[in-house]
């Protein structure tokens, strides 16, 4: 079965909204879980690390501000994009690290 | 930073042939390089990982081999099936606590 779940699958949100992406761990504790953004016929970049009880590494070029990181339990990170601009459409996924990597379904985001 | 290309983007073959994927990393420090299978609209399916230690893995008709003096690795696939069809993408991991860094993939069509 499944190991990380992801939620919601697809969401259409109005432009300057904010919406929120969960990212749940079921059959282990996480400290650490990876979100990816994949933008129409392109790869999937790491956004950001989400790490229990601190704040997240972003990488160069994600916007902490807009892109906002909650891992507050050891099986619960967020991804919230506040004021949503139709460019920020796109497929965002998250992953955790067991001995081995797992993603979730992912969540297709269009802001209309 | 790491760097991955998968050579080539696009390939059309017949049903039935054999074929192969490329893809290159510029760091030879990498903890493994795994490939995923992305269907159109849908999330990852992890198809193999090769540790830094091992040579290749099998699993069916797929087959991945890691030459990591060269930074290379090549995705084999056998008896292609137009079920193959799919956008195939290759990543490398520098570490456990470390994000994934994709190529772009290569989209893969198997005409029947």
């Known amino acids: 079965g499944a190991v990380v779940s992801q939620h919601p699958s697809r969401v259409i949100c109005k432009s300057g909204t904010s919406v929120k992406i969960e990212c749940r761990s079921l059959d282990f504790q996480a400290t650490t879980m990876f979100w990816y953004r994949q933008f129409p016929k392109q790869s999937l970049m790491l956004m950001a690390t989400?790490?229990?009880?601190?704040?997240?590494?972003?990488e160069q070029g994600v916007e902490k501000d807009k892109f906002l990181i909650n891992h507050a339990s050891l099986t619960l990170s967020t991804l919230t994009v506040t004021s949503a601009h139709p460019e920020d459409s796109s497929f965002y996924i998250c992953?955790?690290?067991?001995?081995?990597?797992?993603f979730g379904e992912g969540s297709w985001l269009t802001v209309v | 930073k790491q760097e991955v290309t998968q050579i080539p983007a696009a390939l059309s073959v017949p049903e039935g042939e054999n074929l192969v994927l490329n893809c290159s990393f510029t760091d030879s420090a990498i903890y493994n390089l795994q490939w995923f299978r992305q269907d159109p609209g849908k999330g990852l399916t992890s198809l193999l990982l090769?540790?830094?230690?091992?040579r290749e893995q099998t699993s069916g008709r797929l087959n991945a081999s890691l030459d990591k003096s060269s930074g290379r690795s090549t995705l084999y696939i056998a008896a292609s099936q137009p079920g193959d069809s799919a956008t195939y993408l290759c990543a490398a991991s520098g570490g456990g606590a470390d994000g994934l860094t994709f190529g772009k993939g290569t989209h893969l069509i198997i005409q029947p």
């Open positions: 989400s790490n229990e009880g601190s704040k997240a590494t972003y």
């Open positions: 992953s955790i690290f067991k001995n081995t990597i797992y």
């Open positions: 090769i540790q830094s230690s091992q």
